[in-house]
């Protein structure tokens, strides 16, 4: 792969990403295909993470309480995001409420946000800073925000990989399966971080990694008919606060 492939590609998964406005700084092929960039999802999630690590370090360095810095952090990092991986958290639990598949799918089509999605959000926002909170070391915080970071966007490649699309797919149909030795890599890529946790982290996640994957392919995914785009970002959100559970406790 020739270097500005691997740029061009890059730049197709910071715009699936992120909100950055990469498109304006590089130039970019427009009709390039969405999927080129897959592979380096766990790099633009390593890359989140850090650069929420050094927003917290910034606001600590000039004197800012802690838990405020963390606080600033998560809120900056979701204007980064668009909420994108929030919002499929928000609809899926918004779409509980539905009896049957279709009145579910009406309510994941609705753009208003309802009491179980408000509730969830506020849950996993909690979390969140409650987790980082309780890392008081700066590499344990900044290798914890990575992983969890990176872990998450890899979570996309498995899920796209080992499942089916949902008819109702949008954004997430022009997603493709990669091959095992892109699985590989990017899975060892995203580990990486979790290796100054120590053997029982590592242990901890991959278990949990297999756990969680079969009971999405198994339960949630045919709950849905397929996989969707809020599958996915509830999928993303829940490796992230696990990993941030397993490594805070690990690193505590």
Not at 23 to 35: A, G, T, V
Not at 148 to 175: H, M, P
Not at 184 to 191: D, K, Q
Request: proline share 2%.
């Amino acid at each position: 792969m020739k270097t500005n492939e691997i740029l061009e590609d890059i730049s197709i998964a910071v715009i699936v990403l992120t909100r950055v406005p990469i498109n304006s700084i590089f130039s970019i092929n427009q009709k390039i295909e969405i999927h080129r960039g897959q592979w380096a999802y766990p790099l633009i999630g390593a890359l989140i993470g850090l650069f929420l690590f050094l927003i917290i370090f910034l606001f600590d360095t000039i004197g800012v309480p802690h838990q405020a810095s963390i606080l600033i952090s998560l809120s900056i990092g979701i204007f980064l995001t668009g909420a994108l991986h929030e919002d499929g958290v928000a609809d899926f639990f918004d779409s509980l409420g539905g009896k049957d598949f279709l009145t579910r799918q009406k309510i994941l089509k609705d753009s208003r946000l309802g009491s179980y999605g408000t509730l969830a959000l506020i849950v996993v926002f909690m979390l969140k800073f409650f987790l980082l909170s309780e890392l008081e070391y700066p590499l344990a915080l900044a290798y914890a925000l990575i992983a969890c970071s990176s872990l998450g966007r890899f979570s996309i490649l498995l899920l796209v990989n080992y499942s089916d699309l949902s008819k109702e797919a949008g954004l997430t149909k022009n997603l493709k399966k990669v091959n095992n030795k892109t699985i590989i890599l990017c899975g060892l890529f995203s580990m990486l971080w979790v290796l100054p946790a120590g053997l029982l982290a590592i242990i901890l996640m991959v278990l949990f990694g297999y756990a969680s994957l079969y009971f999405f392919l198994k339960f949630i995914i045919p709950f849905n008919r397929g996989l969707s785009g809020d599958i996915l970002g509830l999928y993303v959100v829940l490796v992230e606060i696990s990993s941030l559970l397993i490594l805070t406790a690990s690193f505590n």
